[in-house]
C-alpha cells in the first residue's frame, strides 16, 4: 500500500465548476501538507502550503486538511482552462526534509 | 530573480552509459533535493543536501550518488543505466533544508 493515495483521473469539467481533488495518506507522522501544480512537461508549480488542520484559503483555491481522517482536499473554485494540469499532494514528517508525492490527478477545465 | 535552474534539458543515453544532471538553486537558498518523476507518478525522493552534506537519501541503489558545491549548486550522478531509470529528474531548492521546496523545470532523461 503506497503511503499516499490519489485519484489518478482523468477529471474533466466545465469552465466555472468548482473542483474537488483529495488525498489520503497513511503515514501519522505526516505533519507539513502541500498542493503542487504540473503542467505537461514542466516541474511542480507550489499552490498551497499547510500545517495544521482546518482550510487555508489563497483566491480561488481552498486547502483542508483533516489529520484525525488522515485526508487533505484542494478546492478549485470558478475553474479555468488554465487550470488544466495534474495536481499534485505532497506531504512530510517534521523533519521536513523529503516530500512523499500522491500520484497526482490530472484536471481538464473545458471551455 | 531567477527560479531554480537545470541542465540539460533533454538527454538521451543508452544503457550502462553515466548521465550527470546539474542544478542551480534559487539565489539564497542553501539546500538542494533531487526527485525521480517516472511518467504518469508522482516525484520519489532520492537525495537532499544542505551546506554540501548529504541530509537524507531515499530509496534508489548506490549507482545514483549526488554532491553540493560551495556555491550550493548541485549534480546528481547515475551510473550504469538501465531502461528504468527513464524519467523527469527534478530538483527543488529551500531555505535550509526543512522549508518549502521550490521546483526547477526538470532535466527529461531517456535511456535506450
Known amino acids: 500500500q503506497k503511503e499516499v493515495e490519489q485519484d489518478p483521473g482523468p477529471l474533466s469539467v466545465p469552465e466555472g465548476a468548482i473542483v474537488s481533488l483529495n488525498c489520503t495518506y497513511s503515514n501519522s507522522a505526516f505533519q507539513y501538507f502541500m498542493w503542487y501544480r504540473q503542467y505537461s512537461r514542466k516541474g511542480p508549480e507550489l499552490l498551497m502550503y499547510t500545517y495544521s488542520s482546518g482550510n487555508k484559503e489563497d483566491g480561488r483555491f481552498t486547502a483542508q486538511v483533516d489529520k484525525s481522517s488522515k485526508y487533505i482536499s484542494l478546492f478549485i473554485r470558478d475553474s479555468q482552462p488554465s487550470d488544466s494540469a495534474t495536481y499534485l499532494c505532497?506531504?512530510?514528517?517534521?523533519?521536513?526534509?523529503?516530500?512523499?508525492f500522491g500520484s497526482g490527478t490530472r484536471l481538464q477545465v473545458q471551455p | 530573480d531567477a527560479g531554480v535552474t537545470q541542465s540539460p534539458t533533454h538527454l538521451i543515453k543508452t544503457r550502462g552509459q553515466h548521465v550527470t544532471l546539474r542544478c542551480s538553486p534559487i539565489?539564497?537558498?542553501?539546500?538542494v533535493s533531487w526527485y525521480q518523476q517516472v511518467l504518469g507518478q508522482g516525484p520519489q525522493f532520492i537525495f537532499q543536501?544542505?551546506?554540501?552534506?548529504?541530509?537524507g537519501r531515499g530509496n534508489f541503489p548506490d549507482r545514483f550518488s549526488a554532491r553540493q558545491f560551495p556555491n550550493y549548486s548541485s549534480e546528481l550522478n547515475v551510473n550504469a543505466l538501465l531502461l528504468g531509470d527513464s524519467a523527469l529528474y527534478l530538483c527543488?531548492?529551500?531555505?535550509?533544508?526543512?522549508?518549502?521546496?521550490?521546483f526547477g523545470p526538470g532535466t527529461r532523461l531517456l535511456v535506450l
Open positions: 527543488a531548492s529551500s531555505l535550509g533544508g526543512q522549508e518549502t521546496q521550490y
Open positions: 505532497a506531504m512530510s514528517d517534521t523533519g521536513r526534509r523529503a516530500l512523499t
Open positions: 539565489s539564497g537558498h542553501k539546500s
Open positions: 543536501y544542505y551546506e554540501k552534506e548529504e541530509r
